[in-house]
Nanobody, 115 residues
């Protein structure tokens, strides 16, 4: 099973960016939970957003109202739409997929927000 994250890049503060996570070896629908985490330099990895197989979403307080997570079972992808980006959103973003108690991780994609 592999998760491939893409879509990172450089964006100005206030801008938007969309991340995508493509799964191979397993369907998105078979994951109990899909999520996005991020890790900024010198900081611990933190949960950004997650969505259950039933469609229930949870967001970190710092991104509520600005980020939207969605899963597309037909395309076998999970996306993170980010808007009103802030310099503090700069981090490496990781895609996560959970099957029961086991977590799969993608390789990370760098998002840099300039002020």
């Amino acid at each position: 099973v592999q998760l491939q994250a893409s879509g990172g890049g450089l964006v100005q503060a206030g801008g938007s960016l969309s991340l995508s996570c493509a799964a191979s070896g397993r369907t998105i629908a078979s994951f109990n939970l899909m999520g996005w985490y991020r890790q900024a330099p010198g900081k611990q990895r933190e949960m950004v957003a997650r969505v259950t197989s039933g469609g229930r979403t949870v967001y970190a307080d710092s991104v509520k109202g600005r980020f939207t997570i969605s899963r597309d079972n037909a395309k076998n992808t999970v996306s993170l739409q980010m808007s009103s980006l802030k310099p503090e959103d700069t981090a490496v973003y990781y895609c996560q997929g959970r099957v029961f108690m086991y977590d799969y991780w993608g390789q990370g994609t760098l998002v840099t927000v300039s002020s």
